[in-house]
C-alpha cells in the first residue's frame, strides 16, 4: 500500500516521563486533552450535585433544605458550570486529543498557547466557584446574568464576571489555536473537502466563538463598570437601557449554544458511519448546513427577547425558523447513513442512536418556541428548561459520551467494558427522559424557571416528583460510567491501533499514539483514509 | 491529487504565516468587540432624546492631533513593514521607533486630554460611554505599543530579517486595527457630537 | 396513549425486543403534549392554544417518522449472529437527493411560518378598552392601578397575594411598568406573558371569556423572592365587578387609629410596614423613628394628601436596608392623610390620622 514518510521531526522528542510536573508542563495536544478531560468531569461533577440539590428541594413544595438565596445560587452555578465549564471544554478536549491526529499533524499549531488556554480553565472555573464562600454567596442572578437583577448581587457576582471573562479568554485562544491548526497543519492530500466531519464541527465551532464570544466580554465589562465605576449604561432612569445587556448577551449566547452542539454533531458524525460500515451519507450537506448554521447563528439572538415586546418579532421568527432546514438535512444524512448499514450496537453507536432520538425531540420542542405567539406562553417556563435540556444532554451529553466510548481505548489503550456501558447508556436514557420531558408539561401548566419553591395547588407537585426520581437515575448512570472508567483504567493496556475498523487517521497509529502522533502515514485520497488504507490491504494479500 | 501537492510537506510551507494568521483571527475577535461597544453606542443613542446631554461639551482639537498622530504611525509602521520585505534592517529600526514615538505620544496627549474634560464617568450615560470605549481602546494602543516594543527588540537583536518577518507583519496588523477603531470613536464622540 | 407501532415484529427479535418496545414508548411521549396544554380563558389565548395544536400537527408527523424510521433501521439493519461479513453498500447521496433534504424543512417552515404570524396578529390587536389597569411590578410585589376607577388593589409581600378582578368578556387594556428590576407578567391560563422592563412601557390587551380564578407569576427572575411574587387574576360578571370596584374605592384611607405619644416608629419589612394606620397630634412635630429591615432594598417613607398624591408634606430621602434613622416629621393640620413608601407605591401605604 502507498505511504507517505511522516515528516522529519526537527526538534528532539524528549522521552516520555510520568509524574505530575510532566502534566503541568506539558504542551503535547494529547495530555492537554485528557486535562481537559479531567477538569471538564470535575466540573460536571459539581455541577451535577448542584442540579440533584435543586431536584432535591424541587421534589415537594413548600422550603425543605435550601431557603431562596441558596436555591438561587445553586442554579445560576448549576447553568454557569454546565455551559461554560463542562460542556465546552468537553468538545475542547475532543478537539485538542483529535483535530490534530484526525488531519494528520504533529501537535496543535501554537502549542505553548494551547496550554495556557487550558491552565485558564481551572482557573476561571475556581473563581466563580469560590464565591460560594464569600460573605452572601455565589452570584445568584442565573447563568443569563440579566441587568439590574445581577446589578443588586455580591462579591459572588463580581467573581463570576471576573471567572467568565478569564474563560472568555481560554476560549478565544483555543479557538484561534483550532482555526490555524486545520487551515495552515493538514498532512498532504488532506484537503479542506477530505476534512473529517469531527474538524469541521470544530472548526465551525471555533469560528463561532471568535467572533461571538467579544459580544460577552463587552456585557460583561459594562455590566462590572456599571457595578464599580458609576457608570450608566443598564440605569434608564440615567439614559441607560436595560434590554442592552440582553442584546449583548443573547448575539454572544445563541451562537454559544451553536458551539455546544455542533462538536457533538461531528462526533455523532463520525461515529454513525463507523459502526454502519458505511460511508457518511452526505458528506457535502452536512458541511454545508454546518456553515448555513454558523452563519445563521448570528441572526437570531432576539428570540430570546419575544416576551420584552421590544424586538422585530417577524425577523427573528422567520431566522429562527430557518435554522431548522440545515438541522432537518443532519437528520436526513445520519438516517440516510444507517439505512442498508450493518449496524454495530457498541456502547458508541448506542449513545450515537440515542442522541438522534432525543436531539430530534430537543428539534421540535424548539419549533414551538420560534413561534413568537406560541413563545410568549412558554417561554421562562420549564417547557424552555425540557427544550435546553434536550438540546444540550440529549444532544450533546449522549455525544459526548459516544465519543468518550469510541476513543476511550484510543487514548488510553484500553477499551470500556461494553457490559457496563450497556447499563450506563439504558439508566441515562432513562433517568434523562423522566427527568426532562414531564417538564415540557409543567412549562405548559405555567410552571415558571428558576423559583425556588411552588405552591401545593398549582397541579405541579407529581411531574416535580417524577423529574426528581429521574435526576438521581441520571446520578446512578453517570457512578456507573465512573465505576467503568476507574475499572477499565486498572487492567493491562490491550487495545489494538484499530478496535472499530475506522475511517480517520487516529486509528492509523497506536493506541495510545506515540508523542509524535505518527511513524508513518496512509495516502490520504478520501475523507476515509484508513478505510482505503484498509481495503487497499485486503486486496494486496494481507501484505502491508 | 496534484503530484506536487504529494511531494511537498505542506506544513513546511504553509505553517511559516501561522502568526500571521492568529492575528488576523484575533483581530476579527476584536473587530467584533469594538463592534458591541459601537453596537451599545447606538442603541442608547437611538433612544435618547438630546446627544450628547445638554452640559456635556468635548472639544474637537486635540482629538484632531490624536488622530493625525495615530493615522501617521501607522503609516511609518507600514514603512517598516516595506522596509524589513526589502531586507532593509536599519529603516525597519528608525520606522519602528518613529511608530513608537508617535504612539507614546498619542498616549501622553489622550491622558491631557482627559483632563481637560467638563464631565466625569459617573454623570450619566454618553460619559460612560465616553470613558469606557475611549479607555479600553487606550488600553490597546498600549496593549500594541508593548508589541511594538517587543519586535523593536527582536529587530535591535537581529532576531529579524527579510526572510522571517512575520512579528513585524502580525504587530502591523493589530496596530492598523487599533487605528480605525480610533478613527471609528472620533467619528461618534467627537464630529457626530459637534454642535 | 398511542403506542409507536413502527418497528415490524419479523424477523428474530433476540434480545433487542425489549429495548425496541421501550425507544417505542419514549418516542410517542411528545403526543401526549397535545393533551396537556392549558386551554386559553381568553379570546387571544384561544388563538395560542389552536396555533398550538397547529403546531403539533406539523411537528408530530415528522416526530414519528424520524423516530420510526430509526427505531425500524436499528432493528432491520443491525448486525446479525449470522453475518456473512460482506461490506454493505457503500452509497452516498447524490446532489439531488441534498437537494431534497433541503427542500423538506423549507417547505415545513414555509407552511409553519405565516400560522405563527396570523396568530401573532391577533395576539398583539388592541381593540378599545374597557377597563384600563396601570401594572406595576417590584421587588416582590405587584400593585394595580385601576384608571378610570381611580384605585388601587394590591397584595402584602409573603403574605397575600395582589388581586384583579375584571369583567367578563370586556377587553382589559394593561400597562406594564417596573421600578427596580425586570419582571413578566404572567397568567398561564392566558397562555401569554409580557416582561415588566425598567424604563419601558410594555402594553397589550386581552379579552377574558370565562369566569374563574387563575393564578398568576411572575415569570422573570427578580431576585430573593421571585418565586412568591404571585397574583391572583379573578374574572367574575359585570355585576360583581361592579360591586367589587365600590367596595373598593371606599375602602381606601378607611384604617382608624389614635395618637400614642410624640414618637412614630415605621419598621420595613419583607415589602411591608408594621402599621397601615399612625395618628399624631395636630400642629405639632413629631419624631420619626425610620427602621428598614429589607436589605439591600430601598425604602422611604412620605407623606400626601391622599392616595391620589396631589401635594406632598413629608419625604424622608430613599435609604438601602437594613438601616435606622429618626427624622423630625411635620406639625399637620388635623384630618386624614396617606403615606407611603414611594418605592413599592400602595403595597407599602397606609393613613395618617392626625387629631
Known amino acids: 500500500m502507498a505511504i507517505t514518510e511522516a515528516p522529519q521531526v526537527h526538534t528532539p522528542q524528549p522521552e516520555p516521563r510520568s509524574g505530575l510536573m510532566t502534566w503541568l508542563t506539558t504542551t503535547d495536544h494529547k495530555r492537554i486533552g485528557i486535562l481537559y478531560f479531567i477538569n471538564s468531569f470535575t466540573f460536571f461533577g459539581v455541577g451535577g450535585v448542584l442540579a440533584l440539590l435543586m431536584r432535591t428541594e424541587l421534589a415537594q413544595p413548600g422550603t425543605q433544605i435550601f431557603p431562596p438565596h441558596a436555591y438561587n445560587q445553586l442554579f445560576t452555578l448549576h447553568g454557569t458550570i454546565m455551559i461554560f465549564l463542562f460542556i465546552f471544554p468537553m468538545l475542547n478536549g475532543f478537539g485538542n486529543y483529535f483535530v490534530p491526529l484526525h488531519i494528520g499533524a504533529l501537535d496543535m499549531a501554537f502549542p505553548r498557547i494551547n496550554a495556557l488556554s487550558f491552565w485558564l480553565l481551572p482557573v476561571g472555573g475556581l473563581t466563580i466557584v469560590s464565591g460560594f464562600f464569600t460573605k452572601g454567596g455565589a452570584a445568584?442572578?442565573?447563568?443569563?446574568?440579566?441587568?439590574?437583577?445581577?446589578?443588586?448581587?455580591?462579591?459572588?457576582?463580581?467573581?463570576?464576571?471576573?471567572?467568565?471573562?478569564?474563560?472568555?479568554?481560554?476560549?478565544?485562544?483555543?479557538?484561534?489555536?483550532?482555526?490555524?491548526?486545520?487551515?495552515?497543519?493538514?498532512?498532504?492530500?488532506?484537503?479542506?473537502?477530505?476534512?473529517?466531519?469531527?474538524?469541521?464541527?470544530?472548526?465551525?465551532?471555533?469560528?463561532?466563538?471568535?467572533?461571538?464570544?467579544?459580544?460577552?466580554?463587552?456585557?460583561?465589562?459594562?455590566?462590572?463598570?456599571?457595578?464599580?465605576?458609576?457608570?450608566?449604561?443598564?440605569?434608564?432612569?440615567?439614559?441607560?437601557?436595560?434590554?442592552?445587556?440582553?442584546?449583548?448577551?443573547?448575539?454572544?449566547?445563541?451562537?454559544?449554544?451553536?458551539?455546544?452542539?455542533?462538536?457533538?454533531?461531528?462526533?455523532?458524525?463520525?461515529?454513525?458511519?463507523?459502526?454502519?460500515?458505511?460511508?457518511?451519507?452526505?458528506?457535502?450537506?452536512?458541511?454545508?448546513?454546518?456553515?448555513?448554521?454558523?452563519?445563521?447563528?448570528?441572526?437570531?439572538?432576539?428570540?430570546?427577547?419575544?416576551?420584552?415586546?421590544a424586538v422585530e418579532l417577524p425577523f427573528f421568527s422567520i431566522t429562527t425558523e430557518l435554522i431548522s432546514i440545515p438541522t432537518g438535512v443532519l437528520f436526513f444524512n445520519w438516517l440516510a447513513t444507517l439505512y442498508k448499514g450493518r449496524l454495530k450496537l457498541d456502547p458508541p453507536m448506542l449513545f450515537a442512536l440515542g442522541f438522534?432520538?432525543?436531539?430530534?425531540?430537543?428539534?421540535?420542542?424548539?419549533?414551538?418556541?420560534?413561534?413568537?405567539?406560541?413563545?410568549?406562553?412558554?417561554?421562562?417556563?420549564?417547557?424552555?428548561?425540557?427544550?435546553?435540556?434536550?438540546?444540550?444532554?440529549?444532544?450533546?451529553?449522549?455525544?459526548?459520551?459516544?465519543?468518550?466510548?469510541?476513543?476511550?481505548?484510543?487514548?488510553?489503550?484500553?477499551?470500556?467494558?461494553?457490559?457496563?456501558?450497556q447499563w450506563h447508556f439504558w439508566v441515562q436514557l432513562i433517568g434523562f427522559n423522566l427527568t426532562f420531558f414531564p417538564m415540557h408539561i409543567l412549562g405548559l401548566r405555567g410552571m415558571p424557571r428558576r423559583i425556588a419553591d411552588y405552591a401545593p395547588d398549582r397541579g405541579w407537585t407529581f411531574l416535580n416528583l417524577l423529574a426528581t426520581i429521574g435526576a438521581y437515575l441520571i446520578g446512578v448512570s453517570m457512578l456507573i460510567f465512573l465505576a467503568n472508567v476507574i475499572i477499565t483504567l486498572r487492567r493491562p493496556r490491550d487495545a489494538v491501533a484499530d478496535p472499530w475498523e475506522g475511517n480517520t487517521l487516529e486509528w492509523f497509529t497506536s493506541s495510545p499514539p506515540p508523542p509524535h502522533n505518527f511513524d508513518v502515514l496512509p495516502e490520504i485520497r478520501s475523507n476515509r483514509p484508513v478505510y482505503d488504507a484498509r481495503k487497499a490491504q485486503l486486496a494486496s494479500g494481507g501484505q502491508s | 491529487m496534484s503530484l506536487a501537492e504529494t511531494i511537498t510537506d505542506e506544513r513546511a510551507v504553509r505553517g511559516t504565516s501561522s502568526p500571521v494568521l492568529g492575528m488576523v483571527l484575533f483581530v476579527a475577535s476584536e473587530a467584533m468587540f469594538f463592534g458591541a461597544l459601537f453596537g451599545a453606542y447606538f442603541t442608547i443613542y437611538s433612544g435618547a432624546s438630546s446627544w450628547p446631554p445638554k452640559g456635556i461639551e468635548t472639544n474637537i482639537g486635540i482629538p484632531a492631533v490624536l488622530t493625525a498622530l495615530l493615522i501617521s504611525s501607522s503609516i511609518t509602521l507600514q514603512l517598516g513593514v516595506a522596509a524589513v520585505r526589502r531586507g532593509r534592517m536599519d529603516r525597519l529600526n528608525r520606522w519602528l521607533e518613529l511608530t513608537l514615538v508617535l504612539g507614546i505620544a498619542f498616549l501622553v496627549l489622550q491622558a491631557y486630554d482627559y483632563s481637560q474634560l467638563n464631565f466625569g464617568i459617573r454623570e450619566g450615560v454618553f460619559p460612560s460611554l465616553f470613558y469606557v470605549m475611549t479607555g479600553l481602546h487606550m488600553a490597546h494602543v498600549i496593549g500594541g505599543a508593548v508589541l511594538l516594543g517587543m519586535v523593536y527588540v527582536q529587530a535591535r537583536t537581529g532576531q529579524l530579517s527579510m526572510e522571517r518577518h512575520e512579528p513585524v507583519e502580525s504587530a502591523a496588523i493589530y496596530w492598523h486595527f487599533v487605528d480605525v477603531v480610533w478613527i471609528g470613536l472620533f467619528s461618534v464622540f467627537y464630529l457626530a457630537t459637534m454642535r | 396513549m398511542i403506542r409507536n407501532s413502527g418497528a415490524p415484529r419479523s424477523g428474530r427479535g433476540g434480545n433487542l425486543g425489549p429495548r425496541v418496545r421501550l425507544i417505542a414508548v419514549v418516542s410517542a411521549l411528545p403526543l401526549f403534549l397535545s393533551g396537556c396544554a392549558l386551554q386559553g380563558v381568553t379570546?387571544?389565548?384561544?388563538?395560542?392554544?389552536?396555533?398550538?395544536?397547529?403546531?403539533?400537527?406539523?411537528?408530530?408527523?415528522?416526530?414519528?417518522?424520524?423516530?420510526?424510521?430509526?427505531?425500524?433501521?436499528?432493528?432491520?439493519?443491525?448486525?446479525?449472529?449470522?453475518?456473512?461479513?460482506?461490506?454493505?453498500?457503500?452509497?452516498?447521496?447524490?446532489?439531488?437527493?441534498?437537494?431534497?433534504?433541503?427542500?423538506?424543512?423549507?417547505?415545513?417552515?414555509?407552511?409553519?411560518?405565516?400560522?405563527?404570524?396570523?396568530?401573532?396578529?391577533?395576539?398583539?390587536?388592541?381593540?378599545?378598552?374597557?377597563?384600563?389597569?396601570?401594572?406595576?411590578?417590584?421587588?416582590?410585589?405587584?400593585?394595580?392601578?385601576?384608571?378610570?376607577?381611580?384605585?388601587?388593589?394590591?397584595?402584602?409581600?409573603?403574605?397575600?397575594?395582589?388581586?384583579?378582578?375584571?369583567?367578563?368578556?370586556?377587553?382589559?387594556?394593561?400597562?406594564?411598568?417596573?421600578?427596580?428590576?425586570?419582571?413578566?407578567?404572567?397568567?398561564?391560563?392566558?397562555?401569554?406573558?409580557?416582561?415588566?422592563?425598567?424604563?419601558?412601557?410594555?402594553?397589550?390587551?386581552?379579552?377574558?371569556?370565562q369566569i374563574g380564578t387563575f393564578n398568576g407569576q411572575c415569570a422573570e427572575f427578580c431576585g430573593l423572592y421571585h418565586s412568591k411574587m404571585t397574583?391572583?387574576?379573578?374574572?367574575?360578571?359585570?355585576?360583581?365587578?361592579?360591586?367589587?370596584?365600590?367596595?373598593?374605592?371606599?375602602?381606601?384611607?378607611?384604617?382608624?387609629?389614635?395618637?400614642?405619644?410624640?414618637?412614630?416608629?415605621?419598621?420595613?419589612?419583607?415589602?411591608?410596614?408594621?402599621?397601615?394606620?399612625?395618628a399624631v397630634k395636630a400642629k405639632t412635630p413629631f419624631h420619626l423613628v425610620f427602621k428598614n429591615e429589607d436589605s439591600g432594598i430601598q425604602h422611604n417613607f412620605s407623606i400626601y394628601d391622599s392616595p391620589a398624591r396631589k401635594k406632598n408634606f413629608f419625604r424622608t430621602p430613599r435609604l438601602t436596608g437594613p438601616t435606622s434613622q429618626t427624622f423630625t416629621g411635620p406639625a399637620l393640620k388635623a384630618g386624614k392623610y396617606y403615606f407611603q413608601c414611594d418605592v413599592h407605591g400602595p403595597a407599602m401605604s397606609g393613613v395618617v390620622i392626625v387629631k
Open chain 1, 140 to 309: 445568584a442572578a442565573g447563568w443569563t446574568s440579566y441587568v439590574p437583577v445581577s446589578l443588586q448581587g455580591g462579591t459572588g457576582q463580581d467573581l463570576w464576571i471576573i471567572g467568565l471573562l478569564i474563560l472568555g479568554v481560554s476560549s478565544l485562544l483555543g479557538a484561534i489555536n483550532f482555526v490555524v491548526t486545520i487551515l495552515r497543519l493538514r498532512a498532504p492530500g488532506m484537503s479542506m473537502i477530505r476534512l473529517p466531519i469531527f474538524v469541521w464541527s470544530v472548526l465551525a465551532t471555533s469560528l463561532l466563538a471568535i467572533l461571538a464570544i467579544p459580544a460577552l466580554t463587552t456585557a460583561l465589562i459594562l455590566q462590572f463598570a456599571d457595578r464599580h465605576l458609576g457608570t450608566a449604561f443598564f440605569d434608564p432612569t440615567r439614559g441607560g437601557s436595560v434590554l442592552l445587556w440582553q442584546h449583548l448577551f443573547w448575539f454572544f449566547g445563541h451562537p454559544e449554544v451553536y458551539m455546544l452542539i455542533l462538536g457533538a454533531w461531528g462526533i455523532v458524525s463520525e461515529i454513525l458511519p463507523v459502526f454502519s460500515g458505511k460511508p457518511l451519507f452526505g458528506y457535502r450537506g452536512v458541511v454545508l448546513s454546518f456553515l448555513m448554521i454558523t452563519a445563521l447563528s448570528f441572526t437570531v439572538w432576539a428570540h430570546h427577547m419575544f416576551a420584552t415586546g
Open chain 1, 356 to 421: 438522534i432520538a432525543m436531539f430530534l425531540i430537543g428539534g421540535i420542542d424548539g419549533v414551538w418556541a420560534a413561534s413568537p405567539a406560541m413563545d410568549f406562553a412558554i417561554t421562562d417556563t420549564y417547557w424552555v428548561v425540557a427544550h435546553i435540556h434536550y438540546v444540550l444532554f440529549g444532544g450533546t451529553v449522549f455525544g459526548i459520551m459516544a465519543g468518550m466510548y469510541y476513543w476511550f481505548p484510543k487514548m488510553t489503550g484500553r477499551a470500556l467494558s461494553a457490559k457496563l456501558g
Open chain 3, 43 to 209: 379570546t387571544q389565548g384561544q388563538a395560542v392554544d389552536t396555533l398550538y395544536n397547529t403546531i403539533v400537527s406539523l411537528a408530530a408527523p415528522v416526530f414519528v417518522i424520524v423516530e420510526a424510521l430509526l427505531i425500524w433501521f436499528i432493528f432491520r439493519f443491525r448486525k446479525r449472529a449470522d453475518d456473512d461479513g460482506r461490506e454493505p453498500p457503500q452509497t452516498q447521496g447524490s446532489t439531488r437527493v441534498l437537494m431534497i433534504f433541503f427542500l423538506i424543512p423549507t417547505v415545513i417552515v414555509a407552511v409553519l411560518f405565516p400560522f405563527g404570524e396570523r396568530t401573532l396578529s391577533e395576539v398583539q390587536a388592541s381593540p378599545p378598552a374597557a377597563v384600563t389597569i396601570k401594572v406595576q411590578g417590584f421587588q416582590w410585589e405587584w400593585t394595580f392601578n385601576y384608571v378610570n376607577e381611580g384605585f388601587f388593589s394590591t397584595g402584602k409581600t409573603l403574605v397575600k397575594p395582589a388581586l384583579m378582578e375584571l369583567p367578563v368578556g370586556q377587553p382589559v387594556h394593561i400597562l406594564l411598568n417596573s421600578q427596580d428590576v425586570i419582571h413578566s407578567f404572567f397568567v398561564p391560563q392566558f397562555l401569554f406573558k409580557r416582561d415588566v422592563v425598567p424604563g419601558r412601557t410594555n402594553s397589550f390587551t386581552f379579552t377574558p371569556t
Open chain 3, 231 to 278: 397574583f391572583i387574576v379573578k374574572v367574575v360578571s359585570q355585576q360583581d365587578y361592579d360591586a367589587w370596584v365600590t367596595k373598593e374605592k371606599k375602602a381606601a384611607l378607611q384604617a382608624n387609629c389614635s395618637p400614642q405619644g410624640s414618637t412614630v416608629t415605621m419598621t420595613a419589612h419583607n415589602i411591608s410596614w408594621n402599621t397601615n394606620c399612625i
